[in-house]
């Protein structure tokens, strides 16, 4: 199951870059015990800087 997360999350991120917004997640549950997120506006360049996005070695889309 674990294989095919990242599938299942990484959407999230392109689903709210579509509303003009942005998703920033440190864990989800699957590779934390909880599913750690904020939704800010995409224009917060601020708050963006601060928790900037990547991609870990399991495939998931995540921020620092």
Same mark, same amino acid.
């Given at each position: ?14 689903? @709210? ?10 864990? @989800? ?8 997120? @904020? ?26």
């Amino acid at each position: 199951m674990l294989e095919v997360m990242p599938a299942m999350c990484n959407p999230d991120y392109t689903a @709210t870059e579509l509303i003009h917004a942005r998703l920033v997640r440190k864990t @989800t549950c699957a590779n934390g015990c909880v599913c750690d997120y @904020t939704i800010c506006g995409d224009k917060d360049e601020e708050y963006l800087k601060q928790h900037e996005e990547y991609i870990d070695d399991e495939g998931y889309r995540r921020n620092k």
